[in-house]
């Protein structure tokens, strides 16, 4: 079974290291070249990553939550964690959704909201779009 989520990447410049913050430990990676990351852990055993350029584009669902609205019968999501901003497909659990976001919020409010679901991704390597494989609930308070 993989697991899959998000997490935000910062450059630390005086270890020459970079952080990932997600919903586990923080970690710490060392980028020797464009294509490798070694993590930096307590352990004898060396956790290196290196860059597959034949692997196929990510496409797995992933359990998230951020603020969505919606105008004109269209919506946007942005994740709370990597603060990625995209449309919002109308396919999946979309109509769910909709439904559950006019109960919850004015035309055009932001709610928070938690989903699983799997980004579309530009050339660039940025998420383009979001599709809404399962939407889980509308939160009554809060912002990301």
Not at 41 to 67: K, V
Not at 117 to 137: C, E, K
Request: charged content about 25%.
């Amino acid at each position: 079974m993989n697991i899959h989520s998000l997490g935000r990447w910062n450059w630390v410049v005086d270890e020459r290291t970079m952080l990932l913050i997600g919903p586990g430990p923080m970690r710490r990676f060392v980028r020797p070249d464009a294509d490798t990351l070694i993590m930096r852990t307590d352990s004898d055993l060396e956790h290196r990553l290196t860059r597959d350029p034949a692997a196929p584009e990510f496409s797995a669902s992933i359990s998230m939550a951020g603020m969505t609205r919606m105008r004109g019968g269209n919506a946007w999501f942005t994740e709370c964690l990597t603060g990625f901003e995209v449309p919002v497909n109308k396919a999946g659990d979309f109509a769910r959704f909709r439904h559950q976001y006019r109960s919850a919020s004015g035309q055009g409010e932001a709610v928070v909201v938690e989903l699983e679901g799997r980004f579309t991704w530009a050339r660039d390597g940025a998420p383009g779009s979001l599709t809404i494989d399962r939407f889980v609930t509308v939160k009554a308070e809060g912002v990301c």
